[in-house]
Each structure stands twice: as structure tokens, then as C-alpha cells.
């Protein structure tokens, strides 16, 4: 067995237990570089992927390796390098042994360094506020957050463009600008451009108007850096679509980095045209999730230190415990309990804060939905029509949004699968079941189906 077979076995392997999105992003250019005594060496091609192999999948890898090798493979490192054309090695007989590299994390820990506190990039302004420095990390973000910093460490790299994706308030917007106030920190001369979607769009309908196409395009494809907030509002904008489609190209020749923010996957985009999804998608796509218990202490803790005000432990563990969905609510929740405290004068405590939070509710005691308001819901995520989903045909594109709502009802609302059926246009009970079944064993690899079920929940219980 040649050093390409063995890899490809190993990949084959990998490739069933990860998405195709993490596939593609970590092992798309890793190879076999060195084979010597009982040591492999893994050629990546760049630090960050060193260190996130290192990191999160050598134990996956090395297993891998011992069972197609008979256990004759004892070491495994990896090595920064570009993949030669050459003749396919042989795997000799291992006699020795050879020492591991040391473990790095260079391209993804959090810089210490002093960050921007305004910086302006033309018209456009970056908040200096939004830096790694305050962003905090948790197993939800981290992949996000390594990538954002790798790809300051290497400008229109290999993840251009970075597509970040998430629900509202979950930290897109600062993971952007964190990009900007860190390449400008690093080299001020660097050209950069933050801008919504909404500002792009409103940008070239001016343009068109006065007469500036000329003006439009040298402030757009003249930049080294362009950061694009919220790229869903393109939807249906056929005109902006065109003319962002042929920013991205003139950008990415000269290989200029882009960076765009979401809230959801390109493909789950209603009326985003197939060759901006191809092009979003070809660099790296990164989810940010929902904290966990431990991130939301954390955030409240460092809220708290910027804001200079105390707060007891158990009045934290609270906050964290009672507001759950986003980032941005978390903050509120914080900023009110200040405000009320602060107006009265008067120490916070246990007692004080659990009326100022009433106004958000827990996730374990949401408000009440009803079928048909889920229904709306998922079709509006969908972009398909209601009555199309209560109809009779089979289509792809209505009948996974008609099984996701099989299983939410079933999930959410313990509706029985007979009344399931009914609200359904009247199916019988075992497609219900046929559906929620089929949408659980899903859930188990689908990290898109399970952020799509995500942001659906989040739209269901915030309006």
C-alpha cells in the first residue's frame, strides 16, 4: 500500500463520522509527507490546520492509522508544507522510532496584545469594542473564533471567503469587526470595508441613479479586506446580487480576503442565487451556536468587569440560568439590572433581580405555540408556501419542511401523531411518525439540520 492509499483509507474513515463542511475545511489539503521508522508525518497547509488537527482530531487519526497498518504506526505530527507531485512512496518496514513534534496552537489562541479602541476606515467605522480580547470563547463558537483568527493571520488565504453563520445576537457581527480591528492593528495601512448587506444594496441603488457605477465599484473591489454583515437581506435582490457576485470574483482573483456573516447556511438562503451559494461555500463556513451555562457566566462575568460593577456568584449563576437564547439578550438582561440598581441606588440581590428578569423567559417554560404558528414559521424559514405544504405533493422542497414540522410538533408541543396527520392536510399517522423518526436519526451527524432546528426554534419562541 502506497502513501496516497493509505490516506485515502484514512480520509474514508474520517469522512463517516464528520459533516461534509468540516471534512472539506480540515483534511481537503492534507497528504502523507513523510513516512520514517514507526513515525508518519502529515503534510497540512497552514499553522491553523496544524493545530486544529493537533488539537481535535490526531486521536481519531492515530487510531485510524494502527488499524490499517496492523499497529505498526506509533507517532503521528504534522508538518506545514505544499503537496509535491511525486512518485508514491512505499511504506517500508518500521525499525526505529522518532520523537513528535511539540504540540502547537499557533493561528487560533486569542492575541494578548493591545487592541483598537475606534478605528475608521473611511466613511465606514469599525467599533473598536469588537476585538478577540472581548470576545468570549465557548465550545458553540470556538471553531468560528479560530477562524476568524486565522484568517488574520493569513489575509485571502485558503478560508477566503469565511462564512460565519449563526442566530441573531450569538457574536457574528463582532467576530467581523474583530477581523478588521486586528488586521489594522497589525498593519494600519490595510484597506478594509465593513458594510451590511442592507448599505451594499442601498450603495448600488444610489450608484445606478447617479450615475457612480464607477465610483461604486472602485470603493468595492479596490479594498484588501471586505467584511459583509447579514448577507440573507440579498434575497430576492436580483440587481445586488449580480453586481456583490461580481465584487466577489474581481476580489477573490486578486485574492483579497472576504469575510460574510449569516444567519443561516448559504444553501438554507431563500432566493440566493446558485452561484453566489457555490462561491460562499467554497471557502470555510463556520456555525456559532447558542452559549452553554459555563460561556454565559463567563460573558456575564466579563460584562461586569467592563461595566465595573459587582455582582454575587449566585446572582450571575442566575442571569446565566434564566436568560439562554442569545448573547445580545444576555447583555440587556445585565444592562437592566444595573439601571434598576443603580436608579434606586441600592445593592443588587438575589431577591432584587429574579422580578427584573421575569420579562425573559427560560427556555423550559416558553411561551405557547400553536400548529398553525409553527406551520407559518417553518414555511416562512423555508420560503414555500403554506398551502403547498398542506397539499399532496411529494416534492423535496416541501416535503422536508413538512417533516421538520412533523417533528416539532411531536418535539416541542407532544402533539399525538394523529393530530399530528390533521394538521397536515389530513395524513395518516404513521407518516407523522415516519417523519419525526426519520429527523432524529438525522440529527445525530447533521450539524445543518441541527442549526436549520435551532434558528427555526429561536424564530418560533422570540415573535
Known sequence: MNTNELWQAVLGELELSLS????????????????????????????????????????????????????TIKQLTYRVEARQQAPQQIIPLFDGSSQNEPPTSDGYQPR?????????????????????????????????????QAVCAQPGGVYNPLFIYGGVGLGKTHLLQAVGNELIRKSPQTRILYVTSERFTNDFI????????????????????????????????????????????????NNKQIVISSDRPPKAIPQLESRLISRFEQGMMADVG?????????????????????????????????????????????????????FKNTRATLDSVKPILSSFTPSNTRKTVTPKQLIQTVAGYFDVQIVDLLGASRQKRLAFPRQIIMYLMREEMK???????TELGGRDHTTAMHAYEKICNCLVADEKLQHDLELIKQKLYTY
Open 20 to 71: 461534509k463542511a468540516n471534512f472539506t475545511t480540515w483534511f481537503k489539503q492534507t497528504f502523507i509527507s513523510e513516512v520514517r521508522d514507526h513515525a508518519i508525518i502529515v503534510g497540512v497547509p497552514n499553522l491553523f490546520t496544524k493545530a486544529w488537527l493537533e488539537k481535535k482530531y490526531s486521536k481519531e487519526i492515530m487510531q485510524s492509522l494502527q488499524d490499517l497498518t496492523n499497529g
Open 112 to 148: 494578548t496584545s493591545h487592541e483598537p479602541q475606534e478605528i475608521r476606515t473611511g466613511e465606514f467605522s469599525l467599533n473598536g469594542k469588537y476585538c478577540f480580547g472581548t470576545f468570549i470563547v465557548g465550545k458553540q463558537n470556538e471553531l468560528a473564533h479560530a477562524a476568524a
Open 206 to 253: 444610489g450608484a445606478l441613479k447617479g450615475g457612480r457605477m464607477v465610483e461604486f465599484k472602485n470603493r468595492y473591489r479596490t479594498v484588501d479586506v471586505l467584511l459583509v454583515d447579514d448577507i440573507q437581506f440579498m434575497t430576492g435582490k436580483e440587481g445586488t446580487q449580480e453586481e456583490f457576485f461580481h465584487t466577489f470574483n474581481q476580489l477573490y482573483q
Open 290 to 342: 447558542s452559549p452553554d451555562f459555563e460561556t454565559r457566566v463567563a460573558i456575564l462575568e466579563t460584562k461586569c468587569r467592563e461595566k465595573t460593577y459587582a455582582l454575587e456568584h449566585d446572582i450571575v449563576h442566575h442571569i446565566a440560568s434564566v436568560v439562554q437564547t442569545n448573547v445580545r439578550e444576555l447583555e440587556g438582561a445585565l444592562n437592566k439590572i444595573i439601571a434598576f440598581h443603580q
Open 415 to 421: 402533539a399525538s401523531y394523529p393530530s399530528i396527520g
